[in-house]
């Protein structure tokens, strides 16, 4: 996100909550939609779920999650997926933005990353060195969680801020000694040039990942109808690509010329699948909004439940359990 979003801890202030608005058609609308290395759009592609879509849709590309929430913020997406440290952020800067839909992923893609020939071979060996994340993405939650369950913090370490692009050359170049990301930038470091993982998420990330949308779009009856038929393909589309994850890889790497032995690595680590958008997730998310709160990184305390909607959470999990009628993620009929 461009950060100069004016941080307030002040949770008294109400949430300017869009109402819920009567059904309506989407038939005419462009929903805009952001995607971070074409992950949305070829999941899609993959499953066939964009052959018939009766609205238009709009793709906008982000390297991370924090770009992409300013974007909703300021109106130029309706939409987009983030990982759960870019939605804190959104609700720590009271952006005009709310979460609509929740999934769950691996936590092993979610690494902190040492060149082949380091000497750093555990997190306490991390301890003074300087470490390339991007600010309020996954991967600055990740290393908070990582270092606080070694009893450190991120006092203890030198952070360079460092969108994917940019942090990967300093990698490579030893301009820093560790790198925390995430997939396909995890496989692609691992496979290029041989990095190793010092910490994954195991036993301290939540691996949610969410949608993002603005404000104005679910105040738009046409738009938020829109919405509503894209976050149940997207569902839909991420059970499918569970059982066919070659094509889901390769459709992955067709869309965005990374090397197809890296998303066929980045996939085989397990996909990405929807969940309920329920209390347990708030709870867990809250922890971690807190936890970045008691680091002085957020100031005052951001109310995570203020900036979830659930309208969509019913007809995405039913799309989830049964797939999109009359095409192949259909499960109710046996269509493949």
């Not at 004016?6 to 462009?30: M, N």
């Not at 894209?230 to 059970?239: C, D, G, P």
């Amino acid at each position: 996100m461009a950060l100069a979003i004016v941080l307030s801890g002040c949770s008294s202030v109400p949430v300017d909550r869009p109402p819920v608005q009567p059904a309506a058609s989407p038939a005419g609308v462009t929903l805009v939609v952001g995607d971070q290395k074409g992950g949305s759009r070829s999941l899609l592609r993959a499953a066939e779920l964009l052959d018939d879509v009766p609205y238009r849709i709009e793709w906008r590309t982000f390297t991370a999650g924090p770009p992409l929430i300013e974007a909703a913020r300021a109106g130029a997406i309706d939409v987009g997926g983030t990982g759960n440290t870019p939605a804190i952020f959104a609700a720590a800067a009271r952006a005009r933005v709310q979460v609509v839909s929740a999934n769950r992923g691996n936590v092993t893609s979610d690494a902190i990353l040492v060149r082949r020939d380091s000497p750093i071979r555990s997190v306490a060996d991390l301890r003074g060195t300087r470490i390339a994340v991007g600010k309020g993405t996954s991967a600055h939650g990740q290393l908070l969680s990582t270092l606080r369950a070694a009893g450190m913090s991120l006092d203890d370490v030198d952070l360079t801020f460092l969108a994917p692009a940019d942090a990967y050359g300093a990698f490579r170049q030893g301009d820093v000694d560790a790198w925390a990301v995430w997939d396909p930038y995890t496989s692609q470091a691992e496979l290029d040039d041989g990095a190793r993982i010092v910490a994954d998420g195991t036993g301290t990330a939540n691996g949610y990942g969410f949608q993002v949308a603005s404000n104005a779009t679910l105040a738009d009856p046409a738009r938020s109808a829109a919405l509503a038929d894209f976050l149940a393909r997207l569902a839909a589309a991420q059970v499918y690509s569970d059982t066919h994850r070659e094509q889901r890889a390769r459709v992955w790497s067709e869309e965005t010329t990374i090397p197809l032995p890296v998303t066929r690595r980045a996939v085989a680590r397990g996909p990405d699948l929807p969940i309920p958008l329920d209390d347990t997730v708030v709870a867990s998310q809250q922890a971690l909004a807190d936890a970045f709160s008691e680091a002085g990184v957020i100031p005052g305390r951001a109310d995570i439940g203020a900036f979830v909607d659930r309208r969509y959470e019913a007809t995405t999990l039913a799309a989830a359990r049964d797939g999109i009628p009359g095409t192949p993620t259909d499960r109710r009929t046996g269509a493949r």
